[in-house]
């Protein structure tokens, strides 16, 4: 089963919580076990796993890629002036694989999964893939 689901980001560089987005889909798709496929197909975003219980731990992310990889840097050849979201975008991820048991996500205690917008504020889609696990 496959479904697309839309994200809104209202800062340029933004991490969104989307494990409840996810988690809904999956309850609603009726799949017991097996994994979803979380993918972002845009170059300038992605999706990762961290920290859920701290929004410091976001903040922490997003102000350190921003430190290694600055918005504004001589030698960037890219024209469009966002460099720099591309560089994250592609260290960060475009997608990311969840085990599912019982129906719900097999996430840690802290864990959530966020959709990293580097080049926003922008309407997003994140597309997810269900595979159920082969019965037994």
Known sequence: MHKSLGVRSHQRCEMID???????????SGMGDGQVV?????????VTINENADPDVQHDILLTLGELIPRV?????????????????????????????????VLGT?????FAEFDGPRTRRMH???F?????
């Open 73 to 105: 840097r001589g030698g960037y050849r890219h024209g469009e002036g966002n460099s720099d979201a591309h560089v994250k975008a592609s260290l960060v991820g475009s997608s990311e694989t969840v085990l599912v048991e019982g129906g719900r996500l």
């Open 128 to 130: 997810l893939a269900m």
């Open 18 to 28: 989307v494990t409840a987005q996810v988690a809904s889909a999956v309850a609603e």
């Open 38 to 46: 979380i993918f972002v197909p845009h170059t300038t975003a992605g």
């Open 110 to 114: 802290w864990q959530g999964i966020y």
């Open 132 to 136: 159920p696990s082969p019965a037994t």
